[in-house]
């Protein structure tokens, strides 16, 4: 018998568990290897990024290496540009220009979790901070500490207003927790802003919901509320958001909050590598039996917040949730197991430990198999859990020091300037290198700024010369702009800069940009320089 191939696509916490699980429990007769693929080489712990806006965790601590955790697990940095589901293969880039890498599998874990989708709001994909990544966060912290900069030298009145005001878009767990770290935070800072008063400080949570934290009591629930408004944070419930523009968001009321500021927590949408699977998708997510299997498709599981699994009493399907992720995660490597050694499934039961959520150093809310707890006991409860999830010692007692050292000693003031001095990026080649391939994937489009090149295709198994371009000369579009594949080879004669621009953005400017759209499609003289 050859041995079997588990293919896990997605490194969060559902693929992460699934693989594990897969780790401690397979016998050296199930002779079963392990691929795990995903964008980062890291689990990351989203519940703990809030912390990271008061500064009271660091980026290392809400992120666990892979290596360290998946002994023996083969491990793909890469992006998945495709799947096929029915023949178990996917197709992997470096997200960049070519190397790619098909992979097939006999068992395949769809594990990709959400993304954000603005679009249902009106401005807000164009001004929203996002807080889905761990760059969101680092960003978002940073972008407080601008405005605070930028108002403590403002005259108009008006707009030092407006830069110190903050609107958190949603009350989920998210929502709430952002609100309340920044709101400490920025009051805290305010002792080194002496020219800014406390009463100019505003921060704004809205939510069409008229509720904060919907899967708490309403008790608890209304103790947030209490807790939040005490310490200086306007809540705006029962009220959605109607769009945003770069210095205000209207509400569905028609109020308008003057600010610079909206943090995003809402808008979960559907991974576009879901999106584009052949199969009829339930609310955004894989529809799953409850064994987290995908029906129609052998060997294909689907785990954590991009799948459907049905609890198998009330049929209702899991929602997406750390716990959840966790659970199937770790039933599908049950079920994997079981499938290899031809014994029967089990249905998924995440385990139901409670809800947590931490608003300060000092104060949280929890209710824990049954126990509602607020204030300091649910802050220590709610550490003592993402302690006892994190995978290793070491990760554990890290993570305790260090909250024990900021229980200690005052909010600091240091961003982390994270920009980048580049977004176009110069190039240089050398004559004889091969700048795109024909038939590999597309990552950048190119302006020449010197030298000469040489366009080839491929006729009958043969490089022809098709144009030769120089100084002023573009090329990669048509390969940004459609289906991503190099239609042509691009290989220089002499030495050569270029200017290259990500695909991403540069969609985003011939998107935007008729002008450039109509250049790029004129049709280009068969060749510039006569074939030598
Ligand atoms: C700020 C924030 C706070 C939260 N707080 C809580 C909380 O307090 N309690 C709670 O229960 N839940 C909370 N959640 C939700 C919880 O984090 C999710 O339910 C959980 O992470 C889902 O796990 P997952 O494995 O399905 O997805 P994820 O953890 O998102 O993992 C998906 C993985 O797939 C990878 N991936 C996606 N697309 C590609 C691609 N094309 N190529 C390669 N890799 C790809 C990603 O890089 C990632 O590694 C929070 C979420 C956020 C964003």
């Known amino acids: 018998m050859s041995r079997k191939r588990v293919l896990i696509l997605g490194g969060g916490h559902a693929g992460v568990r699934c693989a594990r699980e897969l780790i401690a429990h397979r016998r050296a007769g199930d002779e079963i290897d392990i691929t795990i693929v995903s964008r980062e080489n890291v689990e990351v712990w ?18 666990i290496p892979l290596r360290e955790i998946l002994p023996g697990v083969t491990i793909y940095t890469r992006e998945i540009e495709s799947i096929d589901p029915i023949k ?14 098909a992979l097939e599998a006999d068992y395949m874990v769809i594990a990709l979790g959400s993304v954000t989708d603005l679009s249902r709001f009106p401005g807000l994909t164009e001004h929203a901070l996002q807080t889905k990544t761990i760059g969101d966060f680092i960003h978002l912290r940073n972008h407080l500490i601008e405005m605070l900069e930028a108002a403590s030298v403002t005259t108009d009145a008006a707009e030092r207003q407006r830069r110190l005001t903050f609107v958190v ?102 991974n576009p590598l879901v999106r584009g699977l052949p199969v009829e998708l339930q609310r955004g997510r894989i529809p799953c039996d409850p064994f987290c299997r995908v029906p129609g498709w052998p060997g294909v599981y689907a785990v954590g917040d991009n799948a459907a699994v049905p609890d198998a009493a009330s049929g209702q399907p899991f929602g997406a949730m750390v716990m959840v992720a966790f659970g199937e995660g770790r039933q599908a490597a049950y079920n994997i197991l079981a499938e290899v050694r031809g014994e029967p499934p089990a249905p998924c039961h995440p385990a139901r430990f409670g809800e947590v959520a931490l608003l300060s150093r000092r104060y949280g809310v929890a209710q824990v198999r049954g126990v509602a707890l607020h204030g300091w006991p649910a802050s220590l409860v709610s550490r003592a859990l993402f302690l006892s999830f994190m995978p290793t010692w070491r990760r554990r007692l890290g993570l305790a020091l260090h909250w024990m050292g900021s229980a200690l000693m005052p909010d600091n003031l240091t961003p982390l300037p994270i920009g980048r001095s580049n977004t176009v ?92 759209q109509d250049a790029l499609t004129q049709p280009r003289p068969s060749t510039r320089f006569p074939p030598s």
């Open 46 to 63: 989203h519940g703990l990024m809030p912390q990271i806006v008061s500064g009271v965790l660091q980026a290392q601590h809400v992120l």
């Open 88 to 101: 178990r293969q996917v197709v992997l880039s470096l997200g960049g220009e070519s190397d790619e890498v």
């Open 169 to 270: 878009a949603g009350a989920g767990y998210a929502g709430v927790e952002i609100a309340s770290e920044a709101n400490e935070f920025l009051r805290a800072s305010l002792r080194a802003y002496p020219m800014i008063a406390p009463s100019e400080l505003r921060v704004v949570t809205v939510d069409i919901l008229s509720r904060v934290l919907p899967t708490f009591n309403d008790h608890l629930a209304q103790r947030v509320v209490d807790r939040m408004r005490n310490r200086g944070i306007e809540l705006r419930l029962g009220v959605g958001i109607k769009e945003a523009t770069a210095g205000a968001v209207v509400l569905a009321d028609g109020s308008r909050i003057e600010t610079r500021s909206i943090i995003a927590t809402v808008g979960i949408g559907t």
């Open 425 to 516: 990026v110069p190039m240089r080649f050398g004559a004889g290198e091969t700048i795109v391939r024909e038939g590999e994937l597309s990552g950048r489009f190119y302006v020449i700024t010197a030298g000469e090149v040489e366009v080839l295709q491929l006729v009958h198994g043969e490089e022809q010369v098709i144009r030769k371009l120089g100084p002023g000369d573009h090329f990669g579009e048509i390969a940004a702009l459609g289906d991503r594949r190099r239609t042509a080879t691009v290989r220089t004669l002499t030495q050569t800069s270029v200017l290259s621009l990500a695909r991403q953005d540069f969609a985003a400017l011939v998107e935007h940009l008729p002008a450039l």
